[in-house]
């Protein structure tokens, strides 16, 4: 039997970090015959690691992005790194840390061991991020405009690989008026849910003005997603009334998304922005229309959907979207959100996005014999 490629993901930690349960899919369905997953954060905090450890894969609690001050000693906290590396005999390093840090593809360098990263985000900016790139073996991005606006000089270490869902954990909801939390509308009310951790570049703002335009009092709102921020403290005090409805970070999504009609994701063309939004496909594939902003990887998710697009910060353009979904008829809008949740289940397959990672990985093995 030949040997299995040894591949070490790389994230902070699975309670905050995002990419948690992408980590988790890709260590859970790769062909164990052919790879040997191991995981390193930098601490076990958070009920989700619960479902990590039950992986039963290796998991190392080390630090693997040094700190760069005192620079004095930087050297030092790299050549750790590099002896973590080196003494496990990691095949690939498969990063998934958010930030800019070059420490981590320095060690594996040194290690002699080849590095990827999955670029998450569209966020740039400083020098570190270029000089990750470019001591990276590969780079894995997951819209369509990151090649272009980042990596145009490097193109040969770019591949695009979307994240991907299994889709089996969703289908096409029925329509409910009442969830597992309390809520519940009437037959006759039109319901937008939008799903978001409530920071400013989310643009909620921009889809509660839209909705106040409109002044239909059919009209419910549900924004679901940790309120703690001042951001959201202010929307609550500026919007929540009995039809726009403030929910906290929520586990069950889908009983919200069963309660809508129409699934908004309203995000500014600014900041951090999206990498790959989730929620959106999440709500496709549950059989909801979705409506989002023409920014990066909204606009890919809605590729074939390009009237469901409205301009980034536009209230104008949201409230005509809304009214345009407002005015179909029932079945033209269960046919709109069956071929959104076909393409959603045809682009965005867990066992698609498995294969295109493990043929990176042998071939970046073979490269390295």
Known sequence: MAKRVKVLYTIPNFD?????????????????????????CMHNKGEFFKQ?????????????????????????????????????????????????????????????????YTKKAMSW?????????????????????????????MTDKVISIPIGLNINDFGILE?????????????DDFVIVSIANLVAVKGIEVLLEA??????????????????????????????NSTVIFT?????????LALADVFVIPTKDEGRKEGQPIAPIEAMLSGRIVIGSRISGVKDVLSSFQDWLFESGSVSDLKKKLESVMQLHQE?????????????????????????????YLKMNKNRA
Request: positive net charge; glycine residues 4%; proline residues 2%.
């Open 16 to 40: 905050t970090a995002g990419s948690g349960k992408v980590v988790y899919d890709l260590v859970k369905h790769i062909d164990k015959t052919k790879f040997e997953p191991h995981i390193c």
């Open 52 to 116: 990590v450890e039950a992986l039963n894969v290796p998991i190392h609690m080390f630090r693997v992005a040094a700190t760069y001050r005192p620079f004095v000693t930087l050297a030092y906290r790299v050549w750790k790194i590099r002896q973590f590396f080196k003494h496990h005999q990691f095949d690939i390093i498969h990063s998934w840390h958010w930030s800019s840090d070059f420490t981590e593809p320095l060690a594996a360098k040194l290690a002699g061991i080849p590095f990827l």
């Open 125 to 153: 900016g400083n020098k570190a991020w270029r000089w990750r790139s470019q001591l990276s073996t590969k780079i894995v991005t997951i819209n369509s405009d990151m090649k272009a606006q980042f990596f145009s000089n």
């Open 175 to 187: 329509k409910r008026y009442n969830n597992s939390d309390g809520y519940s509308i009437d037959k």
């Open 211 to 240: 909705v106040k335009q409109i002044d239909n009092s059919k009209i419910k709102v549900f924004i679901v997603g940790d309120d703690a921020s001042d951001y959201a403290i202010d929307l609550k005090e500026q919007y929540a």
């Open 248 to 256: 906290g970070k929520k586990q069950d999504i889908k009983s919200y």
């Open 332 to 360: 033209e809008r269960r046919q709109l959100a069956k071929r959104m949740f076909e393409i959603a289940s045809e682009s965005y397959t867990i066992e698609k996005s498995i294969q295109m990672h493990e043929i990176l």
